[in-house]
């Protein structure tokens, strides 16, 4: 891991200009999305738009295995809170979905409309609301943004109840933001609207894990290496509270890569994802 201090901290988190056209990845995300969802309402296994809120935004799409569920993925996406929507994933969801598990990918609202806090609230909300689709385990995987959500599912104190609490099995945060008072120091914070007490509250690198939790961080070994030392970060803190933390840092990939893994029905980061 890189260990040269960082002075620019705007340059830390950009991702798409230090990834050979990393701007053609939304396109490209896009496409195979859609081919997915064109693949799944074919076979009558996805139920798309389900509600969970009031607003426009509070919607997931359910993704169905073949014959009976053997627990539920909830996969939240990133874009630093700020951007995307559940229409640029769904094809993450085949790797679990061939082992027999459901699949929910939601949207939320996105800064400025909605505070980071605000945001994390509403993933509690989803999770609450799509178990009424699946029963058993509950797994939560998250990239970037979204790794920064789910891993605030089991920091304490955690929006959810604990009844869901009890259900989680795994966590995996793929290339997860865990400590938040660095994005104080960047131009993206004129939309997030962080300050020093939201940012602290909403870091879980500084707050206790839930009991009895499992959690991997993923990094891709060739990502910037503040994603790298963030991961890193997490695995190290968690790991001294009693924590059940492993880390990977896949060889190779970057940051709008990495999270294809969850394609693959085989790949290691599904099976860890579902405890296989």
Not at 158 to 169: G, V, Y
Not at 190 to 209: G, K, M, N, R, Y
Request: with cysteine.
């Amino acid at each position: 891991m890189n260990s040269t201090p960082i002075i620019d901290w705007d340059d830390a988190y950009a991702n798409a200009a230090h990834i050979p056209d990393g701007s053609d990845y939304p396109r490209k995300w896009r496409v195979q999305a859609a081919n997915f969802r064109d693949e799944m309402l074919q076979v009558s296994r996805l139920r798309p738009d389900i509600g969970y809120g009031p607003n426009e935004r509070d919607r997931y799409d359910l993704f169905l295995p073949v014959g009976p569920s053997r627990g539920l993925v909830a996969f939240v996406h990133g874009g630093f809170w700020m951007q995307f929507d559940k229409s640029f994933w769904s094809h993450l969801a085949r790797g679990p979905l061939e082992h027999g598990f459901s699949v929910v990918i939601p949207s939320y609202e996105l800064c400025p409309h909605a505070r980071i806090s605000e945001i994390m609230r509403q993933i509690s909300r989803v999770i609450a609301a799509a178990v009424n689709e699946a029963y058993g385990p509950i797994y939560l995987a998250g990239h970037s943004a979204g790794g920064h959500l789910v891993t605030q599912m089991v920091a304490s104190p955690s929006p959810l109840a604990l009844t869901l609490r009890t259900r989680i099995r795994k966590v995996i945060s793929i290339s997860g933001l865990h400590d938040l008072r660095p994005l104080l120091k960047t131009a993206m914070n004129v939309t997030l609207c962080l300050d020093a007490s939201e940012a602290f509250a909403q870091s879980p690198a500084l707050h206790e894990p839930l009991p009895d939790i499992d959690l991997t961080c993923w990094v891709g070994a060739a990502e910037r290496p503040e994603f790298i030392r963030q991961s890193a970060l997490l695995a190290n803190i968690w790991t001294g509270l009693g924590a059940r933390v492993g880390l990977v840092e896949e060889p190779a990939k970057h940051h709008f890569n990495v999270i294809e893994g969850l394609c693959a029905p085989d790949h290691p980061m599904t099976r860890t994802l579902l405890a296989l």
